[in-house]
């Protein structure tokens, strides 16, 4: 079950998140304390992982395509993200690698991405733990409801997960992956500083480990950024004659659409992303619901007749 909460961490754990600047647009001026927003936000997350984990179970699985926009989303914030980090040329040189990787299999991904991921989470208890500061507040309210929608697009990592191991398994990975993400968000937001003029706050924290957060940063960038153009690769279903040509239209498209910056992406984008999740995760789960009682309806009717 570690290893699944692990799965589930690194599947929600990106750019954004490991940068900071995720965390700062969604609740860098709430009036709330940091424990109280982490508390939050971890039930939110995990509230959000039972309905999906449920739609799941009744074999509810949307169609890929109806995810490709927020992939492409994705894939656009990481591409700019990597224009902030590297600069443009570093930026296209990644995107050609993106290709070169994605076309190698899945399998390389998820074991690049477990070990990024594990290097990233050090790091961030490293930089940020020194660096708590108690009270960390200001004006405005919280999106915790958003921010859950945008870290619980797990319909394949959970479908994947539960023909594996039973329902009472995943819902306690899902638990515990909960806890830990609940417990950055606090590390973070009581470390990160407000005023940092940079699309990565977490880079502020450096310090003598400046290139090492940088490193950890980059790769968290990286990797999600070929994560996310694997995801649009599976979803649209490319034929391999076509895979390189498609995938380069695709890289083409998110670098023009990524010059309009990382900052702006994460403030407008991703709530809108949150707002997408949530509101389809509860009309599926609504709809099924709704469409059962029918069922048991018309059962009785016939057993009546």
């Given at each position: 079950?570690?290893g699944?909460?692990?799965?589930i961490?690194?599947?929600?754990i990106?750019?954004?998140?490991?940068s900071g600047a995720?965390?700062?647009?969604f609740f860098?001026?709430?009036p709330l304390?940091?424990?109280?927003?982490?508390?939050?936000?971890?039930l939110?997350l995990f509230?959000?992982?039972?309905?999906?984990?449920?739609?799941?179970?009744?074999g509810?699985?949307?169609?890929?395509?109806?995810?490709v926009?927020i992939?492409f989303a994705?894939?656009?914030?990481?591409t700019?993200?990597?224009?902030?980090?590297?600069?443009?040329?570093g930026s296209?040189?990644?995107?050609?690698t993106?290709?070169?990787?994605?076309?190698?299999g899945?399998?390389r991904?998820?074991?690049?991405?477990?070990?990024?991921i594990?290097?990233?989470?050090?790091?961030l208890?490293?930089v940020t733990?020194?660096?708590?500061?108690p009270?960390a507040?200001?004006?405005?309210?919280?999106?915790?409801?958003?921010?859950?929608g945008?870290?619980?697009?797990?319909?394949p990592v959970?479908?994947?997960?539960?023909?594996?191991?039973?329902?009472?398994?995943v819902l306690i990975?899902?638990?515990?992956?909960?806890?830990?993400?609940?417990?950055?968000v606090?590390l973070?937001?009581?470390a990160?500083?407000?005023?940092?003029?940079?699309d990565m706050?977490?880079?502020?924290?450096?310090?003598?480990m400046?290139?090492v957060v940088?490193?950890a940063?980059?790769?968290?960038?990286?990797?999600?950024q070929?994560?996310?153009?694997?995801?649009i690769?599976?979803?649209?279903g490319?034929?391999?004659a076509?895979r390189?040509?498609?995938?380069?239209?695709i890289?083409?498209l998110?670098?023009?659409?990524?010059?309009?910056g990382?900052?702006?992406i994460i403030?407008?984008?991703?709530p809108l992303?949150g707002?997408f999740?949530?509101i389809?995760l509860?009309?599926?789960?609504?709809?099924?619901?709704?469409?059962?009682?029918?069922?048991?309806?018309?059962?009785?009717?016939?057993a009546?007749r």
């Open positions: 079950m570690i699944l909460a692990f799965l961490i690194s599947s929600i990106g750019a954004g998140f490991a995720e965390i700062l647009s860098g001026n709430s304390s940091i424990w109280l927003i982490a508390s939050l936000v971890g939110a509230a959000l992982m039972g309905v999906t984990l449920y739609l799941v179970n009744v509810f699985v949307p169609p890929r395509v109806v995810f926009p992939y994705f894939f656009v914030a990481m700019a993200g990597l224009n902030s980090l590297v600069g443009v040329w296209v040189i990644a995107l050609a993106c290709i070169v990787i994605v076309t190698r899945f399998e991904l998820i074991k690049f991405n477990t070990y990024v594990g290097f990233v989470l050090i790091v208890i490293v733990v020194p660096n708590i500061q009270t507040g200001g004006d405005g309210g919280t999106r915790v409801v958003l921010y859950a945008l870290n619980c697009l797990l319909f959970l479908s994947r997960a539960r023909k594996k191991y039973s329902t009472r398994d990975a899902c638990a515990m992956a909960c806890g830990v993400l609940a417990l950055f606090m973070m937001l009581g990160l500083p407000r005023d940092y003029a940079h706050p977490i880079l502020g924290l450096g310090g003598g400046y290139f940088y490193a940063v980059f790769l968290s960038v990286f990797s999600s070929f994560i996310s153009l694997f995801n690769d599976q979803s649209i490319i034929e391999k076509h390189v040509g498609v995938l380069s239209i890289c083409v998110a670098f023009c659409a990524s010059l309009v990382f900052t702006y403030d407008r984008v991703y992303i707002a999740v949530v389809f509860c009309g599926a789960c609504v709809h099924h619901l709704i469409f059962r009682q029918m069922l048991r309806r018309q059962n009785r009717l016939r009546l």
